[in-house]
């Protein structure tokens, strides 16, 4: 969706606290999600666009969309 002029921006905020789930290595777990992001017209599908925005409903407006991760990270030091 979008291109490289009109693309989709998140800015994700925490949805969960963290969790660690190893000290050694050090493991934590955390969840991340952005619900006013607008989401663009599709652009590089040719024919399919048209089919592809009215199944997706795009455009999308700021507010009617939603992203969520679960993020797992590893910290691993190095001598």
Do not use: W
């Not at 599908?45 to 795009?58: E, F, M, S, T």
């Amino acid at each position: 969706m979008g291109d490289d002029e009109d693309a989709i921006h998140l800015v994700l905020k925490g949805a969960a606290p963290t969790r660690v789930i190893s000290k050694d290595p050090l493991v934590v777990a955390f969840g991340a999600q952005d619900t006013e992001f607008a989401a663009p017209r599709t652009s590089g599908c040719g024919p399919l666009g048209r089919v592809l925005d009215r199944a997706l409903g795009l455009p999308s407006a700021a507010g009617a969309n939603a992203f969520a991760m679960e993020v797992t990270v590893a910290i691993r030091p190095y001598a």
